[in-house]
């Protein structure tokens, strides 16, 4: 059972009160901080679970943090910034975030989207242990995949999505049940996130990017993952 200690990363007071207040009211154990060096050394020395992770702190841009998380760890992080041009959340997501909220915000919306994440760490899902698709190699029990016999250095929601595509390798997949099915109930309009993380995906494991072998574009509809020997 994953961590549920959220480290909140917010130097606004108000909304820092807020989502105390908020987690206080629904149980989720939590630790606040209001800059980035706080942050590092919060999540070094208590099992956090999630992040939610403001950008503007006053030791620097909350995006570097993200990075120093990925070298350690596949926590899930939530960005929540007043930034909401299409810039700042690819290269978030580029990044390694998991998810990105624009303030102001819904306190339900966002405790749906923890939910999710939470959800997504805990169950799991009735599959086979390993499963092979041409280069790749998902190993399930171990949550890892792997690209031509290396390890593949993926982000929890990067994983969460190749995953989903090799289990249902040559089938067409709308955009909606992409979202649904990886991202959870209320993501399926969030068209923006799924092309940031194909785009993504691409860049790990297609020879060339114009003209991908795996995860093919189907107009209009949402993709396709081809796998030529998929091995059940």
């Given at each position: 059972?994953?961590?549920?200690?959220?480290?909140i990363v917010e130097d606004d007071?108000?909304?820092?009160?807020?989502?105390?207040?908020?987690?206080?009211?629904?149980?989720?154990?939590?630790?606040?901080?209001?800059?980035?060096?706080?942050?590092?050394?919060?999540?070094?020395?208590?099992?956090?679970?999630?992040?939610?992770?403001?950008?503007?702190?006053?030791?620097?841009?909350?995006?570097?943090?993200?990075?120093?998380?990925?070298?350690?760890?596949?926590?899930?992080?939530?960005?929540?910034?007043?930034?909401?041009?299409?810039?700042?959340?690819?290269?978030?997501?580029?990044?390694?975030?998991?998810?990105?909220?624009?303030?102001?915000?819904?306190?339900?919306?966002?405790?749906?989207?923890?939910?999710?994440?939470?959800?997504?760490?805990?169950?799991?899902?009735?599959?086979?242990?390993?499963?092979?698709?041409?280069?790749?190699?998902?190993?399930?029990?171990?949550?890892?995949?792997?690209?031509?016999?290396?390890?593949?250095?993926?982000?929890?929601?990067?994983?969460?999505?190749?995953?989903?595509?090799?289990?249902?390798?040559?089938?067409?997949?709308?955009?909606?049940?992409?979202?649904?099915?990886?991202?959870?109930?209320?993501?399926?309009?969030?068209?923006?996130?799924?092309?940031?993380?194909?785009?993504?995906?691409?860049?790990?494991?297609e020879e060339n990017r114009t003209?991908?072998?795996?995860?093919?574009?189907?107009?209009?509809?949402?993709?396709?993952?081809?796998?030529?020997?998929?091995?059940?």
């Amino acid at each position: 059972m994953i961590s549920q200690t959220i480290l909140i990363v917010e130097d606004d007071i108000s909304v820092r009160k807020l989502l105390e207040i908020t987690f206080d009211q629904y149980g989720y154990n939590y630790i606040s901080t209001d800059n980035i060096t706080n942050a590092i050394i919060n999540f070094k020395t208590h099992n956090i679970g999630l992040i939610i992770l403001d950008l503007g702190l006053p030791d620097g841009d909350g995006k570097e943090l993200i990075p120093i998380i990925r070298e350690v760890s596949k926590v899930p992080i939530i960005i929540v910034s007043a930034r909401y041009d299409e810039n700042n959340i690819i290269t978030a997501l580029d990044s390694g975030a998991d998810d990105y909220i624009k303030k102001p915000f819904s306190i339900s919306e966002l405790l749906a989207r923890i939910r999710a994440v939470f959800r997504r760490k805990n169950t799991q899902e009735n599959i086979l242990d390993n499963i092979i698709c041409s280069d790749l190699e998902l190993d399930n029990e171990n949550h890892v995949i792997y690209f031509k016999k290396e390890y593949l250095k993926l982000t929890p929601i990067e994983y969460e999505l190749l995953k989903y595509f090799i289990i249902n390798a040559n089938k067409t997949l709308t955009h909606r049940q992409i979202l649904k099915e990886v991202w959870g109930i209320g993501y399926q309009n969030e068209m923006q996130y799924l092309r940031s993380y194909v785009n993504i995906l691409r860049k790990k494991i297609e020879e060339n990017r114009t003209k991908p072998s795996y995860i093919k574009t189907e107009s209009g509809i949402g993709y396709r993952f081809c796998c030529g020997n998929k091995e059940l």
